[in-house]
């Protein structure tokens, strides 16, 4: 099992532009949760996909939306890119329906994509 | 809502000297607290969980509710230690949703 992998690994854009970043899941995970990591901060949560639908969202705006297929893996995609969407993306894949304080909840992470937006 | 405090941004020790990574959070229900490790060049992976009660690579984290922390601590810090160190909570309301924190780097100076 590869755990979880991110496409591609690096992806520079101009403001304005629309970008698509892509994820599959662990293996058995059904999950996905992406984040968004600025430079020396913690990764904050954008939102959640389950049975391709979205369960959870943070203070992102609109622009920032998602999908999830049948496969369980994910895209995020981001509208009209600014300056200050430079980051790295990261995905995570837990197995949820487990339900809390269960061994299936903990998240898996990938490594990310770095978006630069020039 | 939740939050999650690392107030320090850098932790430096010697190789052999004792660890505390401090956490606090808040939050007013029953969170789930986790302390994720990235290692250079590696992603972001589970350390520990306080319900698992474990100690990992020599790490352990105690959940203190009156305190509202999760400080991780080794007694003898090692070399291969050295990493970014951040600490979560997760919450559910029929879905989960994890708050990190702002981590800390340790260095280990040999």
């Known amino acids: 099992d590869a755990g979880v992998t991110q496409s591609p690994t690096h992806l520079i854009k101009t403001r304005g532009q629309q970008v698509t970043l892509r994820c599959s899941p662990k293996s058995g995970h059904d999950t996905v949760s992406w984040y968004q990591q600025a430079l020396g901060q913690g990764p904050q949560f954008i939102f959640q996909?389950?049975?391709?639908?979205?369960?959870q969202r943070g203070n992102f705006p609109d622009r920032f939306s998602g999908h999830q297929f049948p496969n369980y893996s994910s895209e995020l995609n981001v509208n009209a890119l600014l300056l200050g969407d430079s980051a790295l993306y990261l995905c995570?894949?837990?197995?949820?329906?487990?339900?809390?304080?269960?061994?299936?909840?903990?998240?898996?992470f990938g490594p990310g994509t770095r978006l630069t937006v020039l | 809502a939740q939050r999650v405090t690392q107030p320090e941004k850098l932790l430096s020790v010697f190789k052999g000297a004792p660890v505390e990574l401090k956490c606090n959070y808040s939050y007013s229900g029953s969170p789930e607290l986790f302390w994720y490790v990235q290692y250079s060049r590696q992603r972001l992976q589970l350390l520990l969980r306080h319900i698992s009660r474990e100690s990992i690579k020599g790490f352990t984290a105690d959940l203190n509710k009156g305190e509202t922390s999760f400080h991780l601590k080794k007694p003898f810090a090692q070399e291969e230690d050295s990493a970014m160190y951040y600490c979560a909570l997760s919450v559910w309301g029929g879905y989960q949703k994890v708050t990190f924190g702002t981590g800390t780097k340790l260095q280990v100076i040999p």
């Open positions: 995570a894949s837990s197995q949820a329906s487990g339900g809390p304080f269960t061994s299936t909840d903990t998240q898996y």
């Open positions: 996909y389950y049975e391709e639908e979205e369960r």
